[in-house]
């Protein structure tokens, strides 16, 4: 059996194991053919050679990131362990990550590889589809680019919008008017808000129509200019929603577009506009795509998991 040992220098071997060793045991699950023995400043690992090799590369980059750090939490051990090279997770520390402070100091960052390459093609194109499953950032990063346009003034308001499909449930069942019927579709795009910009301003920003948060429904007729613009869940939009909307864009605006094919709640038969979008559209000049995946899941490590769990099935269907 072959074997590896590494000492670690410059680092402090308890802050880099974790409480109790838990980042030795998320290497073990990451590299379950190996056996690995972490001992005083010394990580030992027995097993084959070419994942050794790959071990050893990991722990290079995770002791590159502590130095530079002083830390080394679990969120930042598994983006470094499914880097694709290690010139991708540097990538993610460059200060070119940074997109604006929210509330109380808070500094909202582009926290993957992929969320980078959506804020740098964000900058490039005024259309933007960011495309991937459920906790990818992809909302939450578009409105954080949404709140920095504003603040920077080079847009007069934000604009954000969902198509009001009714999940599994009855939406003319729900209790109030059509706004209280409605809100619960947009919270997502609230709590994004209320993580950027404090309270009292938010009120004050959705009072004037500085920022405009309305299902899909309202767009229609509109021209959009001078605007920053993000449709969400856009896949559940049909065929003549998603065309309506991309036609709304006016002068001086940004448009984004997210959502995740996997998460369809249209009808039977009923062609998705974001898929067809991304056919139709993937060669036009000023429009960018973005596609995340599940290594830019940055909920609750669960998330990955079952993402990982149900791509296995639909594999397998």
């Not at 000023?286 to 769990?309: F, N, P, Q, S, T």
Request: aromatic fraction near 6%.
């Amino acid at each position: 059996m072959n074997e590896i040992k590494i000492e670690l220098k410059e680092v402090n071997p308890r802050e880099f194991f974790g409480d109790r060793n838990t980042n030795i045991e998320l290497l073990r699950n990451y590299f379950p053919k190996l056996k690995v023995v972490a001992r005083g400043n010394t990580v030992k690992a027995f097993g084959e050679e070419i994942i050794l090799e790959e071990f050893e590369k990991r722990i290079v980059m995770l002791v590159s990131h502590f130095k530079k750090f002083n830390k080394l939490d679990q969120t930042i051990l598994e983006q470094i362990l499914t880097a694709d090279s290690a010139k991708d997770f540097e990538a993610v520390d460059d200060k070119e990550s940074f997109i604006v402070h929210g509330v109380g100091g808070k500094v909202i960052k582009a926290k993957t590889i992929n969320q980078q390459r959506l804020v740098l093609t964000s900058q490039k194109n005024d259309m933007l589809f960011a495309v991937g499953p459920a906790g990818t950032g992809k909302t939450y990063t578009s409105v954080a680019l949404a709140v920095k346009a504003l603040k920077e003034k080079q847009v007069k308001r934000i604009i954000l919008t969902r198509p009001a499909v009714e999940a599994g449930e009855n939406l003319g069942f729900l209790p109030g008017d059509m706004k209280e019927k409605l809100d619960p579709y947009m919270q997502p795009l609230y709590d994004a808000l209320r993580d950027m910009i404090p309270s009292e301003r938010l009120n004050s920003y959705l009072e004037k129509g500085t920022i405009q948060i309305a299902p899909l429904a309202f767009m229609r007729g509109r021209t959009l200019d001078h605007a920053f613009v993000i449709l969400d869940e856009a896949q559940n939009t049909t065929h003549a929603q998603m065309k309506m909307f991309l036609t709304r864009m006016g002068a001086h605006a940004k448009f984004i577009i997210t959502g995740d094919p996997g998460q369809i709640d249209l009808p039977r038969r009923t062609i998705s506009g974001l898929k067809e979008a991304l056919l139709v559209l993937k060669e036009t000049p000023g429009i960018g795509m973005i596609y995340l995946d599940d290594k830019d899941v940055i909920r609750h490590r669960l998330v990955k998991k079952v993402i990982e769990a149900y791509k296995n099935i639909e594999h397998q269907n």
